[in-house]
């Protein structure tokens, strides 16, 4: 089975603060994914990254940067942390897409992160 | 680009009530179709998924939706519900390849 880990099921930090959320995914997936959860807004994709060294800008990228130096790790990185920033923070993972049949994505159980 | 709609943000259901959420999206053509839920403390798992074919897809734990092209919907629905099917339930579509676009949720409370 699937199994995507991330860091911290709870985090608080002050706002200024540089914050790293780790996630792991053990099935060699390609595919990995930042997403934001938001009551009433569903979830919303921060960055996603295809390959090790590679990403892209999803939905709202602003105030976040991510790294994938290892094909395991997806790290997402708040710059300099803001309350606006206070949610709950959803890491996924799945494989390539052949053809025309999106692969499912893997999620972990989130970190929710209180910025005060 | 992508958006979808799900019309109900909170449904309060009697055990053994039939359950039915909508869900819409915005852009025609091939799409992929799916549905995740979210138990209470729990991480996000797929209930069920539409690729093509026959558009009744039955999924996990009793639930199945439909596929109406001509719609843009993909409801979900189930017979009878359980306490147990408390939860957070999420329609998304694919987009550009490998992404998924997610609806704002629909919260199911089953009373017992």
């Known amino acids: 089975d699937v199994k995507v880990t991330q860091s911290s099921r709870y985090l608080v930090k002050r706002t200024g603060e540089k914050v790293f959320l780790e996630c792991v995914q053990d099935m060699d997936h390609e595919n990995m994914f930042w997403y934001r959860q938001d009551p009433g807004l569903g979830l919303r994709l921060i960055y996603f990254s295809y390959d090790v060294k590679m990403k892209e800008k999803g939905d709202i990228p602003e105030g976040y940067s991510v790294s994938r130096e290892k094909k395991e790790r997806f790290s997402l990185i708040l710059e300099s942390a803001s309350t606006n920033q206070t949610s709950m923070y959803l890491c996924a993972s799945s494989r390539i897409t052949t053809g025309a049949r999106l692969r499912p994505q893997h999620f972990g159980d989130g970190t929710r992160l209180s910025i005060l | 680009a992508q958006s979808v709609s799900q019309h109900n943000h909170h449904v309060i259901l009697s055990e053994a009530a039939s359950l039915e959420l909508g869900c819409n999206y915005s852009?025609?053509?091939?799409?992929?179709l799916f549905w995740y839920v979210q138990y209470p403390g729990q991480h996000l798992q797929l209930l069920l998924k539409y690729f093509s074919g026959d558009p009744l897809v039955k999924g996990i734990k009793g639930f199945e939706a439909e596929f109406i092209k001509s719609k843009f919907s993909f409801n979900l629905r189930k017979p009878s519900v359980q306490w147990s099917d408390t939860a957070e339930y999420f329609c998304?579509?694919?987009?550009?390849?490998?992404?998924?676009?997610f609806g704002a949720g629909t919260i199911l409370r089953v009373k017992s």
């Open positions: 998304a579509v694919n987009e550009d390849g490998n992404k998924l676009v």
């Open positions: 852009y025609g053509g091939t799409v992929n």
